[in-house]
């Protein structure tokens, strides 16, 4: 049988709590000529519409149980659910044991979450446990291949017309299958939360009751301000990502808040695209030992630099700064030392959404305080490397936070596979250069001179667009007087790839833009190209081992 071909309606098993649209289902079952067979209740609705039905005692020689505790639990039940009808020893079983097969079986199940949800009596609750109802359920789910279940009454319209149209086909089968095991999927889960309270003698730690037929799905952004913040919600932003969407704050480390809680000292409410620039800049600039500062657009750096010698945080500023003067308009900037007035002169003039730092000197405060808009934020405790979470469709990818801690992180582990030894000053600029590329977007290439990134080639699709990006950037981006022409960043500098170049040409790029040095972490089958063009240039190439991809 192909997935379009359809499986006669000749026999079904319907037992439903919730009556609502079963009698106008039964009768497009009927019209049809369907056998319905139907337990008590159930059976007594449809009877009492004048649809002819039978009763689920007169087929298993039993009447109702316990009750109500047993009525389905039968093999002449569960026989004719569960036989694989495309089995001919399964068609004999049934015939020696006089069995007749089930094509349909509907069925919903007793209320529990709503029983719980109403102050429902221990007794009451256990007694909304249904047994029969998902046993049947889960055996006709199994079996889609020779029967249809439907337990959603929305359904009903779709088993009525494929009654009236000869059957279900095959997908059809599979598709209801899939809703009736979540459906009792959520329906075990509600079970199980609940008997865990009950335990723990909390009934306050039950869940929120699985959501019935009619009801909608209760986000997160719908609570009340007082149930969201005993989940640690802090606060309702402006909106989210785009006006439409609405966003929230919550704090999910409460010993070390970090950024989620970290104190505003000045300026406009912070949005949730703020926080998301803050956080990478936060990961930027306290990446590095030196004082050090990283500005941010759009969750990408556009600029980091650390302190030369002699020179203190408003140094490394004023570097970053001079990475992308154009991008930095509107950025976020964040310090890995507190901001000093020298460095709150130099914010001053630069329209700048965030800005975040362990603390500020008193009169550096105080001038940035003049800025209305400016969200000042100071941080508080060790930055360290927490859990990482990402919610993906139907689920949550969690990871160790990339962290530069690797073997291949420290210099001292470097290959040399090409030219010579790099001489102090460059290897501490292929250090920063590494140091730096990190918390760039892959694919990622950063160009660095003098401690400080001085083109940046960041989200490419390709590696190949990331060389010519970061170039392009060093060589036109940079401060030079009106009228003369930017200065060649590119040459003389040196370059790191977050990953390794796949062929060549990325790699002769950077050689032909005058990088007088390049560290990336090699194993490519195409290294020895790599190797051998930078060779031929007499540029030194460092192998780390180590990647850091940033998606």
């Known amino acids: 049988m192909t997935t379009a071909e359809r499986r006669p309606l000749r026999r079904a098993l319907v037992s439903v709590f919730d009556k609502t649209g079963i009698v106008e289902l039964a009768a497009a079952l009927a019209e049809t000529g369907v056998e319905i067979v139907s337990t008590g209740s159930t059976g007594a609705t449809i009877r009492e519409a004048g649809i002819p039905v039978t009763d689920v005692a007169e087929v298993t020689g039993f009447p109702e149980m316990l009750d109500g505790r047993v009525k389905t639990l039968h ?15 399964h068609r004999e079983q049934l015939g020696t044991h006089d069995i007749a097969p089930f094509d349909l079986v509907v069925v919903n199940l007793y209320p529990f979450s709503d029983t719980v949800a109403a102050g429902g009596t221990f007794d009451e609750i256990i007694e909304k446990i249904d047994v029969g109802g998902p046993t049947m359920v889960r055996a006709a789910a199994k079996n889609f291949a020779s029967l249809a279940v439907v337990v959603d009454p929305q359904d009903y319209a779709t088993a009525a017309e494929a009654a009236r149209a000869g059957g279900f086909t095959l997908a059809e089968r599979q598709e209801l299958s899939a809703v009736a095991f979540t459906r009792t999927a959520e329906y075990d889960d509600a079970i199980s939360d609940w008997m865990l309270a009950q335990l723990s003698g909390d009934e306050e730690a039950v869940e929120e009751p ?18 969201a913040a005993e989940l640690g919600i802090t606060a309702t932003l402006r909106y989210g990502e785009n006006p439409h969407q609405r966003a929230r704050l919550a704090v999910t480390d409460e010993e070390r808040p970090g950024l989620a809680g970290a104190e505003q000292l000045g300026g ?147 290959t ?26 892959s694919n990622a290439i950063l160009l660095a001179a003098g401690g400080a990134a001085v083109g940046i080639g960041m989200g490419q699709v390709n590696r190949l667009d990331s060389c010519r990006l970061a170039v392009a950037r060093a060589n036109t981006l940079g401060e030079h007087a009106e009228g003369e022409q930017a200065p060649e960043r590119a040459r003389g500098a040196v370059a790191a790839s977050d990953a390794f170049f796949p062929f060549a040409d990325g790699v002769q790029i950077l050689l032909e ?29 460092y192998l780390t081992g180590t990647r850091h991809f940033s998606h």
């Open 268 to 414: 406009k409410e912070m949005s949730y695209n703020n926080y998301v620039d803050a956080d990478a800049a936060v990961r930027a600039a306290f990446d590095h030992p030196l004082p050090a500062v990283a500005v941010v657009k759009h969750n990408n750096p556009c600029g980091i630099a650390v302190a030369a010698e002699g020179e203190d945080i408003a140094g490394a500023h004023r570097r970053a700064h001079g990475t992308d003067p154009l991008s930095a308009y509107g950025g976020v900037i964040a310090a890995n030392r507190p901001v000093t007035l020298a460095m709150a002169q130099q914010v001053k003039p630069i329209f700048t959404e965030v800005i975040l730092a362990p603390d500020y000197e008193d009169e550096a405060l105080e001038l940035l305080r003049t800025k209305k808009n400016l969200r000042i934020l100071r941080l508080h405790g060790e930055y360290h490397h927490p859990v990482e979470m990402r919610e993906i469709w139907g689920g949550m990818l969690l990871q160790d936070a990339d962290a530069l801690d690797a073997e291949g992180d420290d210099p001292a582990s470097w």
């Open 75 to 89: 093999p002449r039940i569960h026989g004719g659910i569960l036989a694989d009808q495309r089995l001919e020893s």
């Open 210 to 227: 699985v959501l019935g037929e009619d009801d909608e799905e209760i986000s997160i952004l719908d609570l009340s301000e007082a149930d």
């Open 416 to 441: 040399l596979a090409a030219g010579d030894a790099a001489d102090e000053a460059t290897l501490a600029d292929l250090a920063f250069a590494w140091r730096s590329v990190r918390a760039v977007k």
């Open 513 to 541: 833009a005058g990088v007088r040095a390049v560290v990336q972490p090699g194993g490519s089958i195409r290294d020895d190209e790599v190797i051998a063009a930078c060779q031929e240039a007499g540029v030194s190439l």
